[in-house]
Structures are given as C-alpha cells and as structure tokens.
Nanobody, 123 residues
Framework: EVQLVESGGGLVQPGGSLRLSCAAS????????MSWARQAPGQGLEWVSG???????YYADSMKGRFTISRDNAKPTVYLQMNGLKPEDTAVYYC?????????????????WGQGTQVTVSS
C-alpha cells in the first residue's frame, strides 16, 4: 500500500519558518519525482516545488529564495523548508509522488498524494 504522510505544519507568525516532512512507503521512492503543492482556502491547487531523483530542484516563482525542497532516499522522506512565511502562504500543503522522470506542475500528473498538513501564517 502506497502511503505519503505529511507532518510539520502548524501556526507561525509572519516571517517565521516551518519544516514540512513527507514520509513515503509502498513505492520506489528513490526513482520517483516528488513535489509539494498547496491549496489555500477557496482556491485551487497550486504547485510549489519539485525534486528529481538525483536531487535537482524546481520552484514556483513566488517561492524561490524562501522555500527549499530536499529529499533523503534512505529514509525515504521529502522535506520542504519554508522561511520568511507570509499570510498568503496559509494553505494545506500536500506532498505528491510521480513514477516518472520529469517534474510536473500539474496535479493530475501525480500518482500518489498525502493527506495534507495545515500551515497557518498569522500574528
């Protein structure tokens, strides 16, 4: 059974930091592309960042310089370090896996999804 379990969300003040984790099981994580996406209240799904099996990373423009995606194939876990958080970063954050060699910004391209973790940025 495939599982993606996110953790690390919570309430943080503007300018603060959080580190999200996504523990994977049930599929070949090391050869899979992994991404983070988010959904704000009343909004559609927004792709945040993706990481290739070799560690190459990609980011949505609004996250560049603030968010860092990484992975540990031995664990197997993917992370999202979020710094300089803003109220507009408030959303449910999901990790997603894809048995493909290319990162995609489209949710429908992903094979596996976690249940999501809530991030709230507020003073």
């Amino acid at each position: 059974e495939v599982q993606l379990v996110e953790s690390g969300g919570g309430l943080v003040q503007p300018g603060g930091s959080l580190r999200l984790s996504c523990a994977a099981s049930g599929f070949t994580f090391s050869s899979s592309v992994m991404s983070w996406a988010r959904q704000a209240p009343g909004q559609g799904l927004e792709w945040v960042s993706g990481i290739y099996s070799d560690g190459n990373t990609y980011y949505a423009d609004s996250m560049k310089g603030r968010f860092t995606i990484s992975r540990d194939n031995a664990k197997p876990t993917v992370y999202l370090q979020m710094n300089g958080l803003k109220p507009e970063d408030t959303a449910v954050y999901y990790c997603a896996g894809r048995q493909h060699r290319l990162v995609s910004i489209y949710g429908y391209d992903y094979d596996y999804w976690g249940q999501g973790t809530q991030v709230t940025v507020s003073s």
